[in-house]
């Protein structure tokens, strides 16, 4: 199975974001939601990258990036990880398991397995 690798952030301007990387860029769309109101979000390919947004109505966090890396083994990931300052393991009702980790600059690296994808 290959790894996703993604670029997340968040938008008050999902309109906005469709037009710039749709149409402005000619991105595809991996995957899209919408939930709710408050659930909604997208996901484009940037060849191996993938670029992800989520909803978010309070302009504050627009700008707010975080790296996404799927890990096949998270549980046993997690126990391993020495990091000091990682969260501990979340079970999403979207089926993903996850937790973040912090680097010096306060840069949130989330790992995450899709426990809903085919393999």
């Not at 109505?57 to 046993?76: F, R, S, T, V």
């Not at 000091?84 to 600059?105: G, Q, Y």
Request: charged share 35%; aromatic share 14%; hydrophobic share 35%.
């Amino acid at each position: 199975m290959k790894k996703e690798y993604r670029v997340c952030n968040r938008t008050s301007d999902m309109v906005g974001i469709y037009d710039f990387y749709q149409n402005e860029l000619g991105l595809e769309v991996y995957k899209h939601w919408d939930r709710s109101e408050e659930d909604k979000g997208v996901i484009f390919v940037l060849g191996d990258i993938l670029i992800e947004y989520l909803l978010d109505g309070d302009p504050q966090k627009a700008g707010w990036i975080y790296l996404c890396i799927e890990e096949e083994n998270i549980e046993e990931f997690h126990a391993e990880c020495r990091a000091r300052n990682k969260t501990e393991l979340i079970h999403t009702a979207w089926k993903h398991t996850k937790f973040s980790v912090f680097d010096p600059e306060g840069l949130e690296i989330k790992f995450f397995k899709d426990n809903g994808k085919v393999k």
